[in-house]
Each structure stands twice: as structure tokens, then as C-alpha cells.
């Protein structure tokens, strides 16, 4: 354990206690401060980041990678307009979800409380250091934060600006830290440290995710691992189903909720496939397909095993023709990774069916995977999609960040 | 891993996915033909009971864990009777939290789920078996229930009764499963196997939640461990104090919401302790003091630093006078497990730090933390009570056996 860790998630535990007591209007301003700051001291970040983008070429990053990791004044601008608009953003904190009398007069209520310390766990992204510290504080969390080495000047000077905002806005210091040294045997402690973080939330690829599960012993929020199906039903409108294919594949391929495998009715298969394969074919999606769908697109390759639980994140695409409804639920449930799955029907039952019998954070009828999103669902700022089932699924938005105690008022009540 | 372990999560899994999609109805006949089967099969349980009681009895097993152990035809008319308390019970799956419309025509909703297949890991108390299978059944959910070896028979007993019951009303086979091997590598392989479990939830000691946490990659929610302390501020009227003290600790001393340490203000411990003192001594309760109690309680003996962090589950209490309300808040940040916290005080401001500033599972003011219970609070039956923040906080009644899942309902929406 390095010393400069603990002491930073000490000092973050400590943070966590003041914070839970401050204001709405106390972590509003600071995080109107923390944006102003943004917008004032773009100098300084991007000149950090400057010298990320500089290393990311002599190590060779890919273009997408480094598209990531720049910075601009226009990005830090959305970042800091992302900040104000958390602020304008309700407080979930103190709110009484229920308050009942018991028979023997005690009072038992159920209030909105912080999760205390979150860890931050990401990859390549800067804008995470900003949008997940204003997340964190808006609920009265402190955050730790531990993005990617690529993005590690960035990140620190993102979070010196916002952090020194905070702290002259009257937060508790603390409450903001970048860790600093991104060995990765530092995050194999920082996800042990059960006396001073309270939660951990990975986001990144499916080895951030793996890697984090199974060293954690702080409990976990798991991100973002999304292996997305769409059904295309026999009853489905042949145009809705062609236009929601190409835009869950295609309008942007490297995220989480766009669709990885196509599963088609052989009824409906005929008539879509050959259309379907050439649009797609135009937009660059190299394709693979059972040996049904090959018939009916002479581009495509022979899918193997591996392509049916493959998230490609890119301009790939598995296509499987299916002889029944029960057989795309039966690929689905031994392929999806509870992420967002779709089917294009005019069926009212068949509608029906998949909403109740597929098992994932976010279940679709008749509309594009691509909408599993905080700001798509009217959230408000989202700070991870959750593929687990304990505690938050789906889109995390404020009230993911935050926790539940019983606050029970009596005159003396003695069990008996 | 066993052959046998992974049949039974697998078979788990696949009733799960038959579970999910069976009516409330189904549940509940369910539940009342396993209370029935209790009844009417109670000869060939109370037979393996005598025989795990024997063995038990063989191994030298204290007074109090056989008392945990034994059942009787009270017991299991109790145990009968509690399962059709929950049949009764209003079904939380497929209620629909929240739909809202989006500019774009999207219908989102929010809507209950099965959280899909529960281990539970417990100790000596065989009624757990039929009770944690009746909570995770009505919730829509499998159970694999692996219990202390001391219980074995009587929960292999129990389980083969109401897994019967159970089937013979039209649930799916492995709904309800008995670890036969108690062997505790068992365990280990158990909280690992993630494709087929969901959660896992350990109830017993200290010991086994620490097993559980350290080696899970499944999901995990933490019960049951209590360090519970109760404040008698300066403003507490005297005969209230003394009677909640006597309560929380002597009522009943061996489960986790019971106090394991009294903080006193010095302005109120002169009138208070010497009688306290007195009443806890005829009632058998050791005490270990910090200097100050120790003089105005000649009984008391000097604590140690062990003993503010000790979980007693037993007839001993550590006291210490505290010069200020902040001290007393600062002891019990320092070694309160997060379970149950209480105030005992007439000044409202001191009420309301209390409650804002203590970090628990259940805040009181004014009562015996006690009380801290899911049938206490009105929330029906309990399956534990959660000291973690992620999911579920305090008594775990039927909520927090489920999960959500978003329903997306459009008419051809696409991403732009």
C-alpha cells in the first residue's frame, strides 16, 4: 500500500462525514464554482493535455483512442455546462421516501442518505474526472478518482481545477482526489480498502470490469459490458425494423448499447435480409451470419460460436435467422450480458412476451438499443450504465449515488 | 467443483428464468402447500432434527446453539405459519415504479423484477431454511440454501418437504435447493459460480460475512453484524435512559441489534450510572467501564480499546462518560458497524444532529435499538438485516429481494 493512497482515502472518509451535512445551496455553488473555474483555467488543462495527446501518438494510441483523450475548449465547455446543469438539478439527499407510525407510537422513516466514498475506475476519457466529481459531490459523496495512465496529466490537472474550486467554494478538502500514481497494483488496494470507500464503480472495457470483480472487496456497481441483441419479429414493419437495425449498428458502433447480433424471424428473414445486408454493406459493417443468413447475403462470412458472444464495438455485425420466437429468447438469454436488448414487432403478445421473459437492465419494443442512456431515459446526468442487479440497473443518475438509512423517532419505546 | 454444486445452480437458474414469468397466484399456492407439507410432514422432519440434536449434543455443542438447533412441532407450526403470513402478502414483481414519455414518443417504465437466483449461507438455525426459501419463492426468485453442518438433516429434511410441496403446485424443479455437502470449500465455489447466481447473501457471524466478502465475485449483501451503541445525552430524562439501557442490552443479548456499548455525558452519568450499574448487575450483565464509570460503578472493570470494538452478543456491556455530544458522536463513527444507533435525549437539536450526523443502517432517538427488525418496522418478513449501503440498508423485507428493469415502448424511435 503506498502511503500517498491511503492517505488520500482517508482524507476522502473524512471529507464524506463533513459533506454529508452540507447544504443543497453549499454543493450547488461549489459546483457552480467548479465550472466557472473550468472555463477559466482552460490554459492550464489544455496544455496537460496536450502533453497526454503528444505521449498518446509516440505510443501509438488509434485515432478513436486518442479522439477520446483530446481535450478543446468546446469540450471543456460542454464539461463545465455539465456542471451547471447538475447544480440546477434537484438534491436527492434528505428526501423522506416514507415515514409510518407504528402500533406502539415509534415514528419509522426512510431518508435519502450518500453512499459516503466512491471510487472512480475508468479508462481513457478526461471528461470523466469532471462529470463523475460533480456527480459524486451533487449527491454528497466524496469520489476518489483513478482514470487511465494515457490520460494522466489531463486528469490531474482537471481535478487540481476542480478540486481548489470546491475547497474555496467551502467543501471539505478531500472530497475531490485524482490518484496520482496509475500503477496498476494501486487499484488492486484501492478496491480493498473497505474501511474508508464505500462503493466502487468500474467503467471501461470488459478487463477493467473482470479485473475489479474479482480482486474488490468494497462492494461493486458493474458498468457497461453491453452484448446488445435486436429481434426482428415475422410480424415486425419491414421499414421500422431495416431503419432500427442500421441505427443500432450503425449511428454509433463503439458504445455499449449499440447492437452486436440481429436475430430475424425466417418468416420476415427473406425479405429483410437481402435489403438489409447492402445498406449495411454501404455503411462498411462487415457481416456474419448463421448459414441461413449467408444464403440471403452473398457478403457475408459464416459466423463461429465466438460471434455470438462477441462485443464488437465496432462495424461488425452477427446475423442469425431463427425458426420461432422462443429460439431468438433462448440465443438471447444464453448470450446477453443484460444490457439493452430490442425486438421489432407488430405482435401485441409476442410485445408482450419479450418485455416479461428477457432479463436485462433495459428492454425495448419497436425502437433503437441505442437510447439505453441517463439523458435518452430523462435522468438527468448519468454516471455509468449498471449491468448488475443489486442496487441501481440500467442508467445510474443521482439517486444511484445514493443510500437509504431508518431514522425512527420514539418517547421512550422498550421491547418487549 | 462438485458436479453435484453446479447441477443445483444450473437447475436454480434455469427455474429462475420459469419463476420469473409465474403469476402471484402460483407463488402463493406454493406457499401455502409448503405450509401444509410442514404441518403434515412433520414426523420425518422433528426425526432428522433429534438426529442432528444427538450429534450435536455428541460434539459438545453449547446450551444456546442448541436451543437454535432444536425444532420442535411448535416451531414448525410457527415456521408453517409464517409461510402463509407470506402468501398473504402483497406480490412486489411487476409493479410498475414509474412511466413517463419522452419528447421523442418513447414510453420509459420502470418495473420490479426477480433479482433471479438467491444463495443464501447460514448457520445453525434450520427455520431459515424454509423461511429464506418462502421470501426468495414469493419474490419470484430460486434459492440455494446452504446451512452450517450442524443442521444438516434438518435442513436436507426441510428442504426435500417444501421443494416437494412446492413442485407438486406447479413450480419448476430446483426452485428450492439444500447444499448437501456441507464441506466449507463448498462455499468458496458457490460465491464464484456468477453465471448462474445473482446474490449472495450471508447470515451468522462475523466470520462467515468476512469468508463470503473476501472470496465473492457474486454479488454480495452483507447482514447482520452489530455494534450498537445508545447515548445518554445530558438532556435525557433519567428514567427513560435507564429503561431503554436495561432494554437494548438485557432483553435479548445474543442477536446484532442489541447494545454492545452505553456512552454517558459526564453531567448525567453521576445520576445515572451508579443506579444503572446496580439494575444491570442484578441482571447478570458484566460491565467494563472506562475510568470515569468505573467510579461510579464499583461492579465495573476497566475496558480495553477491544472492548468499544467488540460485538459481545452477550450479557456484557462497555460504558464510557464522554465530556461532550461531539465525543460521543466521534466514538461511535469510530467503531459503530453501521447497524443501529440510538440517542436517548429531550433537547431537539441534539435529536437532530444525531440523526443527520450518525452514519447507520437505523438512527433512533428516544428507543431501544431493539427494535431494529423488518416485522418491528412494519415491513413484514425479513430475509436479514443489511449493514451495507449498495441495494438494501436496515431490515430486508420482499424489496429487497428484487431488482428493476426499464421498459422501453416505441413506435420505430431512432438515435440521432
Chains 1, 2 share one sequence.
Request: glycine fraction near 8%.
Amino acid at each position: 500500500m503506498t502511503e500517498e493512497l491511503l492517505k488520500q482515502a482517508r482524507s476522502a472518509h473524512e471529507a464524506a462525514r463533513i459533506l454529508k451535512t452540507c447544504s443543497s445551496s453549499q454543493k450547488d455553488q461549489a459546483l457552480t464554482a467548479m465550472a466557472q473555474a473550468l472555463r477559466e483555467r482552460q490554459e492550464e488543462i489544455l496544455a496537460a493535455n496536450k502533453l497526454d495527446l503528444e505521449q498518446g501518438k509516440e505510443q501509438g494510441l488509434g485515432s478513436a483512442l486518442l479522439d477520446r483523450l483530446a481535450l478543446s475548449e468546446e469540450r471543456l465547455c460542454g464539461i463545465a455546462t455539465g456542471l451547471d446543469e447538475l447544480a440546477a438539478l434537484p438534491d436527492p439527499i434528505g428526501e423522506v421516501s416514507g415515514m409510518w407510525k407504528r402500533p406502539n407510537g415509534l415514528e419509522v422513516g426512510l431518508v435519502q442518505v450518500p453512499l459516503g466514498v466512491v471510487a472512480m475506475i475508468y479508462e481513457a476519457r478526461p471528461n470523466v474526472t469532471a462529470d463523475a466529481a460533480g456527480l459524486c459531490l451533487k449527491a454528497g459523496n466524496a469520489v476518489v478518482l483513478r482514470g487511465g495512465s494515457e490520460a494522466i496529466r489531463s486528469n490531474l490537472a482537471i481535478g487540481k481545477v476542480i478540486s481548489e474550486a470546491a475547497c474555496e467554494a467551502g467543501l471539505p478538502q478531500g472530497a475531490i482526489s485524482v490518484v496520482q500514481n496509475t500503477d496498476r497494483s494501486l487499484v488492486a488496494e484501492l478496491i480493498r480498502l473497505r474501511d474508508y470507500i464505500d462503493v466502487v464503480i468500474p467503467r471501461g472495457g470488459a478487463g477493467l470490469i473482470r479485473t475489479v470483480v474479482e480482486g474488490a472487496t468494497v462492494p461493486v456497481i458493474e458498468t457497461g459490458v453491453g452484448n446488445c441483441h435486436t429481434y426482428v419479429d415475422k410480424d415486425a414493419d419491414l421499414k421500422m425494423a431495416l431503419e432500427i437495425a442500421i441505427n443500432a449498428k450503425v449511428q454509433r458502433p463503439g458504445v455499449c448499447n449499440a447492437m452486436e447480433t440481429l436475430l430475424v424471424h425466417e418468416e420476415i428473414a427473406p425479405k429483410l435480409l437481402p435489403t438489409l445486408g447492402a445498406e449495411l454493406g454501404k455503411a462498411n459493417v462487415q457481416l456474419r451470419g448463421c448459414s441461413r443468413a449467408c444464403q440471403l447475403i452473398p457478403a457475408a462470412s459464416l459466423a463461429t460460436d465466438e460471434d455470438w458472444a462477441k462485443e464488437y464495438l465496432d462495424y461488425i455485425l452477427a446475423i442469425r435467422v431463427v425458426s420461432s420466437f422462443d429460439e431468438a429468447i433462448a440465443h438471447i438469454t444464453q448470450y446477453s450480458t443484460g444490457h439493452s436488448e430490442a425486438i421489432v414487432t407488430e405482435n401485441y403478445s409476442a410485445a408482450r412476451r419479450f418485455l416479461a421473459e428477457v432479463d436485462a437492465a433495459a428492454v425495448y419494443v419497436n425502437a433503437s438499443t441505442r437510447f439505453t442512456d441517463g439523458a435518452q431515459f430523462g435522468l438527468g446526468a448519468e454516471i455509468g450504465i449498471s449491468t448488475q442487479k443489486l442496487h441501481a440497473r440500467g442508467p445510474m443518475g443521482l439517486t444511484a449515488l445514493t443510500t437509504t438509512k431508518y431514522i425512527v423517532y420514539g418517547n421512550g419505546q422498550i421491547r418487549s
